[in-house]
Antibody, heavy 122, light 107 residues
Framework: EVQLVETGGGLIQPGGSLRLSCAAS????????MTWVRQAPGKRPEWVSV???????YYADSVRGRFTISRDNSKNTLFLQMDSLRLEDTAVYYC????????????????WGQGTLVIVSS | DIQMTQSPSTLSASVGDRVTITCRAS??????LAWYQQKPGKAPKLLIY???SLQSGVPSRFSGSASGTESTLTITSLQPDDFATYYC?????????FGQGTKVEIK
């Protein structure tokens, strides 16, 4: 059974930094395309970042240059380093998987964690 | 960025009804379209991918279709567990984007 468990959220002042973690079981983080998706209260989900199994990374314009996605293969854990946090970064942050298949192309966000809440406020 | 526009924003329906939600992309997304169900306080759940492929474990009363830039999620015979918010999402081009959501309410 796949489990994704996010931790690291909390209350942070604007301009501060947080590091989110996503501990995975039942799948190997380094062999998958792993992503972060966030959802502000009452809003639609927003894709934040992806890291490919080969290491390539991509970011939403709203976080590029401030957020960094990474992984620790030995701990089977995904990270999101968030710097220069803004009020508009307040959201629940979810760790998700994108399944890459040969015949069906990609299957996005088939597994999700429970999310971790980040509140940016002074 | 590709804009995803869903309609309606809210839908009132009864158990047993057939429900249809539409999602329009601002440009061609080559059927790289997914549908999710979300209940309050929970993560979204994948229902449909590649516009019409049913995710494993999802009941067959859910189906998807696409024509050009318009995609449709249909729920035949709405069940009590189906009252939720539904989102479409394109994964053709970064940044991947979601529709604004359709809330299915009890009539």
């Amino acid at each position: 059974e796949v489990q994704l468990v996010e931790t690291g959220g909390g209350l942070i002042q604007p301009g501060g930094s947080l590091r989110l973690s996503c501990a995975a079981s039942g799948l190997t983080v380094s062999s998958n395309y792993m992503t972060w998706v966030r959802q502000a209260p009452g809003k639609r989900p927003e894709w934040v970042s992806v890291i490919y199994s080969g290491g390539n990374t991509y970011y939403a314009d709203s976080v590029r240059g401030r957020f960094t996605i990474s992984r620790d293969n030995s701990k089977n854990t995904l990270f999101l380093q968030m710097d220069s946090l803004r009020l508009e970064d307040t959201a629940v942050y979810y760790c998700t998987r994108v399944l890459t298949t040969g015949s069906s192309g990609w299957i996005p966000f088939d597994f999700w964690g429970q999310g971790t809440l980040v509140i940016v406020s002074s | 960025d590709i804009q995803m526009t869903q309609s309606p924003s809210t839908l009132s329906a009864s158990v047993g009804d057939r429900v249809t939600i539409t999602c329009r992309a601002s440009q061609n997304i080559n059927s790289w379209l997914a549908w999710y169900q979300q209940k309050p306080g929970k993560a979204p759940k994948l229902l449909i991918y590649k516009a019409s492929s049913l995710q494993s474990g999802v009941p067959s009363r859910f189906s998807g279709s696409a024509s050009g830039t318009e995609s449709t999620l249909t729920i035949t015979s709405l069940q009590p567990d189906d009252f939720a918010t539904y989102y479409c999402q394109q994964y053709d081009t970064y940044p991947w984007t979601f529709g604004q959501g359709t809330k299915v309410e009890i009539k």
